[in-house]
């Protein structure tokens, strides 16, 4: 490899990622060239720490992730690239403790060290920083020092990205010192109490992620001051108490509500249908009773298929770059108390792609124009009270890929359509319901059926609709299937990658 690059002596840009290559030099190889920009993202880099890098003291951008370094960063490194603008090491196994093997603050304004093994404590950073990701590593010292000394002037950060550590104790009261941030993401960490009273000083913070902790008290009232937030998840923590109406009021461009596997109480606020930008809202395994608000059709960013968009903004040294996400519109209410029955305002959701209202004590119908939400991937129905016929109208519903009404008092035929007999027979038991994918004939006078759904057959199921529908199930199911299925692969794949510079914002 040393002798196919001894000639490039001119060579200043050098951008070869995503190739599975494999540089091979000797350990006293100093090239030829000075760089400026090197990307070698996905190359076979490792197992030690490139030591030819040392001579490139001109760069400016330099990207290494996923390159099998399994080293710990030298300490002539950070004074070598000391000016450097963009350094990206992530998607390594690099250990040990950048707080104490750095001398000086971190000056590189943009820096992803993230999906590595480092440990000990963070790193300090310097006003230049604007950009800093430490998450999925194994950092477990307080946050304290990094957080709220030797700062002697207010902090440009505006990404801070901690998830996936092991960080405990309370989240430090002295986040007046950052007050540019935009993104916050201290999500699956072991942090308690609650928010401090400072974060409400962040009235430029765009998302909070701070779910998969142990947190508690009631919904933090200092959020009310962060007015900007697009993005808001607590969800997977111990808080308590009701969800306040000002998170209707205070919330106006809210795209992502996320307060999931907490013990809120109560009613659903109505305020929230006041969230007229809102597309994910998220409020499963809660002990909330009550109605279903029937103001739920004033979600205009649902109602409107195909209309409203995230875009994710991707910012680089002096560039913008646009990674532009489809629409995303999910409604999470299940595992919780709600009763009476579902609105039929919710069917102006013909944006809607997940609903899921399971496990809750809903009764009634189910309404019978659900076939206006044609866009739906996915309905879960099962464990409430719901009563009459599946109304024929769910057969428009030519996207459907999951669809679950067991375990309520459902009765009559399952409408015939291509999609409905595809799946499972258990997403029907538990009604008194007949007809494929049940194995239970309707039509048949030597049959009976108890509510478990389970039918004397004598016949079998109806291998007509077997056969009409295996096209379908295998081409549809392999493109949506796993999206259905995996919440946490539906997540990744529509929202927000965790390890990205990003800003949300919208776009008709």
């Known amino acids: 490899m040393e002798n196919h690059l001894i000639n490039l002596v001119s060579l200043s840009i050098l951008h070869a990622s995503e190739n599975n290559l494999t540089l091979k030099v000797g ?67 690099i250990h040990g403790d950048l707080g104490t093997t750095l001398k000086n603050p971190i000056s590189i304004p943009t820096v992803d060290l993230s999906a590595n093994n480092l440990g000990g404590k963070l790193p300090l950073l310097s006003n230049y920083v604007g950009f800093l990701d430490l998450s999925r590593n194994s950092i477990s010292k307080p946050v304290d020092d990094f957080l709220c000394k030797n700062h002697d002037k207010l902090m440009n950060l505006e990404f801070l990205y901690l998830a996936s550590n092991n ?3 309370e989240i430090p009261d002295c986040w007046e010192i950052w007050p540019y941030l935009v993104d916050v993401n201290l999500q699956n960490n072991n942090f308690v109490g609650n928010i401090p009273q400072s974060m409400g000083s962040l009235t430029e913070l765009e998302s909070l992620r701070i ?63 006041d969230m007229s930008l809102l597309q994910v809202l998220d409020l499963a395994q809660n002990n909330l009773t009550g109605y279903v608000p029937t103001c739920i059709n004033s979600l205009k960013a649902i109602t409107q298929r195909h209309k409203i968009s995230v875009l994710l903004w991707l910012k680089g040294r002096g560039d913008e770059y646009k990674n532009f996400l489809g629409l995303v ?112 004939n309707c039509n048949s006078n ?23 529908t295996f096209g379908f199930v295998v081409g549809f199911w392999i493109v949506v299937g796993p999206l259905v299925i995996c919440r946490s692969w539906r997540y990744a794949y529509f929202h927000f990658l965790d390890h990205v510079w990003f800003k949300l914002q919208y776009f008709f």
Request: with cysteine; net charge neutral; charged share 15%.
């Open 27 to 93: 350990p006293n190889w100093h090239p030829t060239f000075q760089l400026t920009s090197l990307d070698m993202s996905s190359w076979k880099l490792g197992p030690n720490f490139p030591s030819w890098i040392q001579s490139q003291n001109k760069l400016d951008y330099l990207a290494m992730p996923n390159t099998g370094i399994l080293d710990s960063i030298p300490y002539w490194f950070w004074k070598t690239f000391s000016q450097t603008s963009f350094l990206n090491l992530s998607h390594n196994h």
């Open 211 to 273: 779910n998969k902790n142990l947190l508690s008290g009631t919904f933090p009232t200092i959020l009310k001051k962060t007015k900007q937030l697009i993005l808001l998840d607590i969800g997977e923590n111990n808080f308590s108490g009701t969800i306040p109406d000002w998170v209707g009021e205070s919330y106006l461009y809210m795209r992502v509500l996320i307060l999931r596997s907490n013990r809120f109480s109560g009613h659903i606020p109505k305020k929230i249908c």
């Open 446 to 468: 030597d049959k009976s059926y108890d509510h478990n759904g389970k039918g004397i057959d004598k016949h079998g199921v109806n291998l007509f609709f077997v056969g009409m």
């Open 329 to 440: 519109t999910s409604i999470d209410l299940s595992n919780n108390r709600l009763v009476g029955e579902i609105s039929r305002g919710i069917t102006d959701l013909n944006g809607l792609l997940f609903l899921n209202l399971s496990h809750n004590q809903l009764s009634g119908h189910i309404p019978q124009n659900i076939g206006n939400m044609g866009s739906l991937l996915s309905i879960d129905f099962s464990r409430n009270e719901l009563s009459g016929e599946i109304p024929p109208t769910i057969t428009k519903l030519s996207f459907l890929s999951m669809l679950d009404l067991s375990y309520n008092h459902l009765n009559g035929k399952i409408p015939l359509g291509t999609q409905l007999q595809t799946f499972d027979a258990s997403n029907f038991i538990g009604n008194s319901l007949c007809g494929p994918p049940l194995s239970i």
């Open 167 to 169: 960080l405990s104790g």
